[in-house]
């Protein structure tokens, strides 16, 4: 390290960026210290004002602009972030790699602005049209992770480089059959899975990402047959199977880095598509987002996928220290946005599990895509 680091204009970015991305992850997980995360932009907009991080354009000055965009976003400060996300692509175009190993960087950070795009359009959709449509990387520019190394920081940057790898075919592919493809099978992958938390959020992000893609593409191809023809019942079934195997490993936080949105979104797509039978699955996805959904934001979008399967299930067993907790979090806020119909608060009754937490006088949370933030050569964000 830079004895005299915080003189030297560049790296001092740098380094407030990387600080910057690890408070918008704490906060992310555990909806607290805002206050943090609005000290840390502060400190890197400030740090920005002492030199000229755009003439000439570095790949660092595109991660910066992307930690902007990361924490703007969590803050749901969205105007903010695209602005961010847009003077990150700006950058990007102006950059003349010099050698091989800048060549390499430079199509890895462009792997995360394409990922990055992607997941906020698929999010926002029509709402939000300022965003730049940028060239698709083509399969040859995609760089696999090399996974060979023996030093730990070498072995975990590969892995890292191999998950971005799939992530990128993943927004690239053009159907479900492309989609389908896309394996974590590396056994450096998954053997990596124990050493490190950031692999095991990595990877869950990437299968749910995964998941919730080919829901999309399955949903979006059925809807345009002329004959409505159904899709592969073991494609059905494994579309919420293979997404719980993977973020039940994940501890109390982290599948809020992953993306409730994305999980939200893929048990509505299951649910919506033809012949059920997925009860079981659609009871997991719709239990593990209720259960971290601190703001309450996806009970109402919920509601009618939870009541169709809630009364297949007899009531839970209950110890009286349980029921106190549950009533409690039942009780009434005056905070609380649009308030849940009787019949909705009956059914909840019976998955204490699942009943949404009430936290009040919360920043709202905002988009959060893997690819900008653990995928990045730091070191990962929902929708």
């Not at 939000?128 to 995609?142: A, F, N, V, W, Y």
């Not at 599948?255 to 797509?269: T, Y």
Request: charged share 20%.
């Amino acid at each position: 390290m830079e004895p005299n680091w915080e003189t030297v204009p560049d790296l001092r970015t740098l380094l407030y960026s990387i600080r910057l991305l690890n408070s918008a992850a704490r906060y992310r997980m555990d909806h607290q210290n805002g206050d943090e995360v609005v000290q840390r932009i502060a400190e890197v907009e400030s740090s920005r004002q002492a030199y000229d991080f755009a003439d000439p354009a570095t790949l660092d000055a595109v991660f910066c602009s992307l930690a902007l965009f990361t924490a703007n976003s969590v803050l749901a400060k969205h105007g903010r972030a695209f602005l961010h996300l847009n003077e990150a692509q700006v950058l990007f175009d102006h950059i003349e790699p010099s050698g091989y190993d800048e060549q390499q960087r430079k199509l890895r950070v462009e792997q995360v602005l394409h990922n990055t795009e992607s997941a906020t359009l698929a999010i926002y959709g029509s709402k939000e049209k300022k965003l730049q449509t940028r060239k698709r990387p083509t399969c040859s520019d995609i760089v696999p992770g090399r996974v060979g190394g023996v030093d730990t920081g070498e072995r975990l940057g590969g892995v890292a480089g191999e998950l971005l790898y799939c992530l990128t075919r993943i927004h690239l592919a053009r159907n479900a059959d492309d989609i389908s493809k896309v394996s974590l099978g590396s056994d450096a992958v998954l053997s990596s899975l124990g050493q490190h938390r950031y692999s095991r959020i990595q990877s869950a992000d990437v299968m749910v990402t995964r998941q919730w893609q080919l829901s999309c593409k399955i949903i979006a191809s059925y809807q345009e047959s002329s004959g409505g023809e159904r899709p592969p019942t073991s494609m059905m079934e494994s579309l919420g199977v293979v997404a719980m195997s993977w973020i039940c490993g994940l501890k109390q936080g982290e599948l809020r880095i992953v993306g409730l949105g994305k999980l939200a979104e893929l048990a509505i797509n299951i649910f919506r598509l033809p012949g059920g039978g997925h009860e079981d699955s659609l009871r997991g996805l719709a239990g593990a987002v209720m259960k971290e959904d601190y703001e309450g934001k996806f009970a109402l979008p919920l509601a009618d996928l939870v009541l169709s399967v809630a009364y297949d299930v007899p009531p839970m067993m209950e110890m009286p220290q349980d029921r106190e907790l549950r009533y409690s979090m039942m009780a009434p806020s005056t905070t609380q946005g649009a308030p849940s119909s009787p019949e909705t608060e009956q059914v909840l009754r019976q998955f204490p599990i699942i009943q949404p937490l009430v936290f009040s006088d919360v920043i709202q949370g905002g988009p959060f895509e893997s690819s900008s933030l653990m995928l990045s050569d730091c070191n990962h964000l929902e929708f």
